[in-house]
């Protein structure tokens, strides 16, 4: 049994990190490719350093695939092509962290070596049904695209790629998402996912004597989301409002791993500690009594912790009604976190 790993960020390596060593463990072949070079991420500190010689990196390009351009990102995706269809090996599994393009590609680079090659997704977020004519043409067009071969050069909906064969999801909304949105999976598995012990393991937080609060952060600028970055630079501004005429309460913010933590440094206070990947989310939530966000899928893990948690909607529209985000108590001003 010879398996690859596909790793984008670093809940991706987390994951693959431990699913890696049981696999070694097992007796299996391994191989792990770490797409930082493509997306300038840096993955290979999550992985142990026994995993160190079975890691692979892609060619490093000048932009990061996901904050560049469609034209910058077309050509990446044909340069890679050709890479990945003279460098990816024969394996019986790939596991990816989701269906991007650049995963795509190396999907079919797997399969024109192996075609009864394995592919499963370890879907590592929460997602919301898109709903309305854009969205379902969006889908019709990325099934004419996979007809096509063309797939990996648009726009995609997570987890409907043709190309999978199953698919783990930490919450039955992410399920029922995938199957709104017409995924082709044959098994979609409800499951904790590997990286959760460590989660569930910072139950037992830092001791303090007043409350500490911690925001969550989204990556809307990585995702090149301009509406969703805008918002939550106001949901920042009143936080550290909030944080400034409180003295009974601790408040840190938590930039997203993929973010630009420089943007929001002029927010850093006496009364408001801003931190990003210096710090890792299992930390923080160690440090925290109750964590707010808007959309981040980190108040899974924070309800996995034990910790209280609150949807903030001040900026955000309402989560909707079939999502994990709905399940939680929301508050649209940061004074009701003391009720």
Not at 50 to 55: E, T, V, Y
Not at 183 to 205: E, F, G, N, W, Y
Request: charged content about 25%; glycine content about 6%.
């Amino acid at each position: 049994m010879s398996t690859l790993f596909v790793v984008q960020n670093d809940t991706h390596a987390k994951n693959f990190n431990i699913m890696a060593r049981e696999a070694v463990a097992r007796g299996e072949a391994v191989s792990i490719l770490l797409l930082d070079g493509a997306t300038h991420e840096s993955t290979q500190r999550f992985f142990d350093e026994s995993l160190n010689p079975l890691i692979r990196h892609v060619e490093q390009t000048s932009n990061a695939f996901y904050r560049s351009g469609n034209m910058c990102r077309a050509r990446t995706c044909l340069q890679f092509r050709a890479w990945a269809r003279e460098t990816i090996g024969t394996f019986d599994h790939v596991v990816l962290g989701n269906d991007g393009a650049l995963q795509k590609i190396i999907v079919k680079a797997a399969r024109a070596r192996s075609a009864n090659c394995r592919v499963s997704v370890v879907l590592d977020g929460l997602l919301t049904r898109e709903k309305g004519l854009r969205a379902l043409t969006k889908r019709r067009l990325q099934r004419l695209a996979e007809n096509l071969n063309l797939d990996a050069l648009f726009p995609s909906t997570v987890g409907i790629s043709c190309l999978i064969d199953d698919i783990t999801v930490m919450h039955t909304s992410v399920a029922d998402v995938l199957r709104f949105h017409g995924s082709k999976a044959q098994d979609i598995v409800v499951a904790p996912l590997p990286r959760h012990a460590a989660i569930r393991a910072t139950a037992r937080r830092y001791e303090s004597g007043k409350t500490r609060i911690l925001f969550l952060g989204g990556a809307y600028l990585w995702h090149n989301e301009q509406v969703g970055h805008s918002r939550q630079v106001e949901d920042f501004s009143a936080f550290c409002e909030f944080a400034t005429r409180s003295t009974d309460v601790e408040c840190r913010l938590r930039i997203h791993p993929r973010d630009d933590i420089s943007i929001y440094r002029q927010l850093d206070s006496a009364r408001l500690q801003v931190g990003g990947s210096e710090n890792s989310l299992e930390h923080d939530l160690a440090w925290a009594d109750i964590v707010v966000a808007s959309r981040s899928s980190g108040l899974f893990d924070a309800m996995l912790a034990g910790r209280r948690v609150f949807v903030y909607t001040a900026h955000f529209p309402l989560p909707n009604d079939d999502t994990f985000f709905s399940s939680l108590p929301s508050v649209s001003t940061f004074e009701e976190l003391r009720k």
